[in-house]
């Protein structure tokens, strides 16, 4: 799965490093299915998963691959009623060197959408999105992509859809006390600015929830809210994440 996809994930790094993004989802997730208990995010119950999922964005052709470009998020969660789509952040966010900016296909042109019908809706949205601290470009071409998956595969319209973006979120007590000031206020900024992202989205989810899916949302979860409702049947791999809390 990780050969297969366009994040380079096997690159020296990154799946090798235990606080990459790739490394901390896959140790969250482990290797066995995905149970989660009854809790206040996400359905609960058994799911099967993959990682490094692609799917088409924009349509327009990516040189390395000879195929419209993809969006590549870090796993996908699938049971008969429920699919849950990933992408998850360690320290990237706290780096703060995401896109601020998304590509002029997407609010320049309706021209480069797969559906015409709402291409409009998205390229409106793509030009309001905020982009200072929240990675919130590479969340919407993610929600782009999961509506484009919806519309090819209209038999999912009876299930439950959601795109969880997972967040590593460090304790002040773990930092040096010089910079946690510094770090409440980005923390603060990361927050607010999902808020507004997701204020932004409002059209675009309404639009999925009603005509593609059963339900679906967009979900910011701290990994210590995440590991909350993961079932582990493996002491060892439970006591492993321990690190990431």
Known sequence: E??????????????????????????????????????????EGLYKKEFEKKYKSINVINKKTNEPYAANLDAWLHNDSCE?????????????????????????YT????????????RTVGNEIPSSQYDSCQMFRHTLAIYNYLRDNP????????????????????????????????LELEH??????????TPIINLIKSNLAKDFDILYLPVKELYSILKYSDEKQKRFVQRYL
């Open 2 to 43: 990780y050969k297969n996809s366009d994040g380079d994930e096997l690159r020296k790094g990154r799946i090798d490093m235990i606080r990459s993004s790739a490394a901390m989802i896959y140790n969250l997730l482990g290797n066995d299915v995905v149970v989660f208990s009854k809790n206040k995010y996400l359905p």
């Open 84 to 108: 849950i789509f990933i992408e998850s952040k360690c320290m990237e966010w706290l780096q703060n060197n995401s896109e601020k900016e998304l590509a002029k296909s997407y609010i320049r």
């Open 111 to 122: 021209s480069k959408y797969f559906y015409p019908d709402t291409a409009e809706m998205f």
């Open 155 to 186: 038999e999912k319209e009876n299930k439950k859809i959601y795109l969880v973006n997972v967040v590593w979120e460090l304790g002040e007590t773990e930092l040096l006390e010089e910079i946690r000031d510094l770090y409440k206020l980005q």
């Open 192 to 201: 607010r600015e999902f808020q507004l992202f997701y204020k932004k989205m």
